[in-house]
């Protein structure tokens, strides 16, 4: 049997979506800290070291965070001659639009388990400022000349904290109002400031 390049691809996405469906399933099953790496590897066939090819963390099955391949092309369609809180809002609708239904039911079921795990809460945090490193290194190449570093870090710091203000408010409120909505309400009271 010859391996292709397509059938090791192929074997690595199925490995990463049964690593990501088992860790979810056991996350409703027991609770997410009553799981461990080890418990996922074991439960989906493969060892810790796979896991961890696939997944940082346990924490990254339920908070991904995205590549800079991705924010930067979020952030290039968006036009550059806005002011730069609104090209961020923007693109943070954007990315939010790009979720289809499945996506979005899944981005659903990872915050339910962020809201109903305070250490998790805490931690999203923490991928917030990452993902928010990866907005401010997307904006560097665009940025005016002249223009204010640390403007243009708390722009995006506020404007991060209030993308994950919207999943965790529309994940406490189980989904029930449209996502969009809720983005604009938070988005609406951000520009208020």
Known sequence: MTVTPDWRARKRDETHQRLYETGMRLFRERGYDHVSVGDIASAAKVSVPTFYAHFQSKEHIVMPIPSQEEIDRVLAAQPTDLPL?????????????????????????????????????????????????????????????????????????????????????????????????????????????
């Open 85 to 193: 809180a609104e090209r961020i809002r923007s693109g943070i609708l954007a990315w939010l639009a790009h979720y289809g239904p499945e996506e979005r039911q899944q981005l659903l079921d990872r915050w339910r388990i962020v809201v109903a795990t305070p250490g998790l809460r805490n931690r999203a945090a923490e991928f917030e400022r990452a993902t928010a490193g990866l907005v401010s290194d997307a904006l560097k190449a665009d940025a005016q000349p002249g223009s204010s570093p640390v403007a243009m870090d708390v722009v995006v710091t506020a404007s991060l904290s209030a993308y994950t203000q919207i999943i965790l408010r529309w994940a406490e409120a189980n989904g029930r109002q449209p996502l969009e909505e809720v983005a604009e309400d938070i988005l609406a009271a951000l520009r208020q400031l």
